[in-house]
């Protein structure tokens, strides 16, 4: 009996552990169609490793950025029209380094630390286009939280609800249905998502980066009016060797290793976008 047990307990530990994970590995997609949905030009930072790699495996990827980034920094001198078009060069020349075109990127232009007053019919109403537009496999996002709400700061806190409302109101064609009579889009549903930035207890798949993780640095060094001295004073896209030397040392820091690879964490849902949260 005792053995029975044992056997049940160890039996459901592993439908458990494995409970969610993407039948194929993510290491192993092609020809899938990916959009990323984040607030601010770097938020796809975190997952700069994955991108690059299903960017090389022949993915179709898609970035929408809801602000412009156009407050975050320290530095007095800069104004918030300065700061945008220095987070969009950033940006285009970070997905340039993962092989991910320009015209693949688009930002909403909504300001920094603002996105949660602005209108949200109309940011959905935009989203929702997009995504009937790219009609996309996978979407990656902010996790909103499994049976409990996640903390993110503001924008991060917004956009992840965003994206998973909007790819809700993609799939229903009378919702936003002027875009279907007039536009001609169609409805569409997103089946699979990529969480990232979630609960550690609800992460449930690991994506081995290890090739990319250089990829990964490189896209994380253009972003100098976030991570270098242009944090605080805004000296020019350039940084210093020694600059680079001491940034290159804080990705690696914070850099998840396990079993001799390097991975990016992620929470994997299939199905529904109505199951997200459960």
Not at 2 to 27: C, D, H, M, R
Request: aromatic share 10%; net charge negative; with cysteine.
């Amino acid at each position: 009996m005792n053995k029975f047990l044992i056997l049940f307990a160890i039996s459901l530990f592993f439908q458990f552990s494995l409970k969610g994970q993407p039948k194929v590995p993510v290491e192993e997609w092609t020809g899938k169609t990916i959009l990323f949905i984040g607030a601010h030009p770097d938020d796809d930072a975190s997952s700069f490793g994955t991108l690059a790699m299903l960017q090389d495996h022949g993915n179709q990827i898609h970035i929408i950025l809801l602000t412009s980034g156009n407050v975050g920094t320290q530095d007095p001198q800069i104004s918030m029209t300065d700061l945008a078009r220095i987070r969009k060069k950033e940006e285009i020349d970070a997905l340039a380094e993962l092989g991910i075109p320009a015209e693949h990127y688009i930002n909403l232009g909504y300001n920094d630390g603002m996105l949660e007053l602005q209108n949200k019919k109309e940011i959905m109403t935009r989203l929702v286009r997009q995504i009937r537009k790219f009609k996309p496999d996978v979407l990656i996002a902010y996790d909103p939280g499994k049976g409990k709400m996640r903390w993110h700061k503001a924008d991060h806190r917004t956009a992840s609800w965003l994206a998973a409302d909007a790819c809700r109101a993609a799939m229903w064609p009378l919702l936003y249905e002027g875009q279907i009579i007039h536009e001609n889009l169609e409805a569409h549903e997103v089946r699979e998502y990529l969480l990232f930035d979630g609960f550690p207890e609800d992460q449930n798949t690991e994506v081995d980066i290890t090739k990319y993780l250089e990829v990964k640095i490189n896209a994380f060094l253009k972003y100098v009016s976030q991570f270098t001295s242009g944090w605080s004073k805004y000296e020019g896209p350039e940084m210093s060797a020694e600059e680079e030397k001491q940034f290159r040392e804080r990705i690696k820091k914070r850099t998840v290793y396990k079993n001799d690879k390097v991975i990016e964490q992620f929470r994997y849902y299939s199905g529904s976008p109505d199951g997200i949260g459960r």
